[in-house]
């Protein structure tokens, strides 16, 4: 089983990143998904969420209507589309997987966000 975040990076505030997180090694379609972030010095909050078909998402009420979560599950991926970024969304960000009817979770290993001028 794998959940590989990728797209982090070093942006200046204002700008745009798109993260992706490519799975492997579960039935994707069985698994609700999310996305969380954990600051320097902080506890991992939730930052958006998205069921398994994709018809429902909720976001943390910082990042509303800036970020976007989206998934594809014809090609095991989870997105989330940062916009209008700032210093405060400065973390690690990590993509999460539960599965629906059981207990079932896996993690994957986070990816660099810094939001820098």
């Known amino acids: 089983v794998q959940l590989v975040e990728s797209g982090g990076g070093l942006v200046q505030p204002g700008g745009s990143l798109r993260l992706s997180c490519a799975a492997s090694?579960?039935?994707?379609?069985?698994?609700?998904l999310s996305w969380y972030r954990q600051a320097p010095g902080k506890g991992r909050e939730l930052v958006a969420g998205?069921?398994?078909?994709?018809?429902?998402?909720n976001y943390a009420n910082s990042v509303k209507g800036r970020f976007t979560i989206s998934r594809d599950n014809t090609k095991n991926a989870i997105y989330l589309q940062m916009n209008s970024l700032k210093f405060e969304d400065t973390a690690v960000y990590y993509c999460?997987?539960?599965?629906?009817?059981?207990?079932?979770?896996?993690w994957g290993q986070g990816t660099q966000v810094t939001v820098s001028s």
């Open positions: 999460y997987a539960q599965d629906t009817y059981t207990p079932r979770e896996y």
């Open positions: 090694g579960f039935t994707f379609s069985r698994y609700g």
């Open positions: 998205i069921t398994k078909i994709g018809d429902r998402t």
